[in-house]
């Protein structure tokens, strides 16, 4: 029987050796490295356009989550205006593109190279925008005119000047043809105002002077027997604050007719500023944009250029404008003070109180 001895377990090491055909292992791996490299690759695009889906959709909720930008209507800090539109007083309102910038007095216009328009009621006469002849129109021959006059004399005991403003206010109220002849005044001018008080500051009132001199408006002044200052307000609102309101505009109006005819002799300037007389009608006869394009659309003044010109365009494409366009427009209108030149003779004005009174 043998007997198994560990002493005599021993290690044997088998030599192994490799042919030149028996190398192609470093071959394999070299495939397999390629293989793995080529989905690396594949797997890094199709992370790329995971992650390029995934921003979009990140970018599409954060613009959700975003306030909509509006074309028209109410705007505020939370809900800006579109590109090309202006926040102005929390309504959006289209800004001119450069081209469409109104011309002064005498600037190019009507070449390839004019940066302007030059509007209405401005003309370009030889590439040169000119302003327009001093209107004095035969408005005091109107016998709507002058059927008007004749109601205020007799309400007026003969003088406009010295007319009650509460009975003139209840004149004008009763009379359904009032705007409507008024309107027949082409010297009328409208100065539109932002809304609420109408605090000017330097550059405002600056352009409302200058606009004034465009149209030729301390002409109509010099000739007027009666210049009669209308202020409104817009819908809505309490009754006193739009009182209020469109006091504050015919004041502002008053004072920029001061102004304007601040260089004309003593003589002049005390017939011009005593000739003013207010009219405070608040927001009870409201202006429809049809109406007044009609009536003024080429004789209105704004704050900025901005305003006037999406004004002047809004009244001349009534029908195709939005619902929120419409409102911006018709609110405008309104915040309103009519400067209302009249060079007539008032009926009766020449005659002695006295007389008219007893009447």
Known sequence: MSHYDHRQRQEVTVPVSFSAQEGAPGAHEQRETRLIVGIALGSGVMLGLI??????????????????????????????CAEGFICQDGLCVAT????????????????????CTCEAPSTCVDNSCVPPKAVQSNACDDPKVQELLTRVAEKCKGDINTCPPDKLKKFALASADFDEIIHRVPETITLHFPAGTPTLNAEQKSRYIER?????????????KVILIIGRASAGGTRVKNDEYSRMRADTASDLIGELAADVDDKTYTRITTARKKLILGNRKILQPSFFKDSHRNRLIAWTDTVESTLLSNLGNIDQLSRAQERWTRKQINQVSLIVPLACELPGASQPQGSEAAK
């Open 51 to 80: 992650s390029i889906v995934l921003f979009q959709l990140t970018l599409h909720l954060l613009r959700t989550d975003m306030p909509p930008r509006v074309t028209g209507g109410a705007c505020s800090g939370g809900m800006p």
């Open 96 to 115: 001119p593109p450069p081209e469409h910038q109104r011309c002064q007095p005498n600037d190019t216009c009507g070449t390839e190279d004019s940066v």
């Open 212 to 224: 004034m001199k465009d149209l030729k408006v301390l002409d109509s002044l010099k000739n007027a």
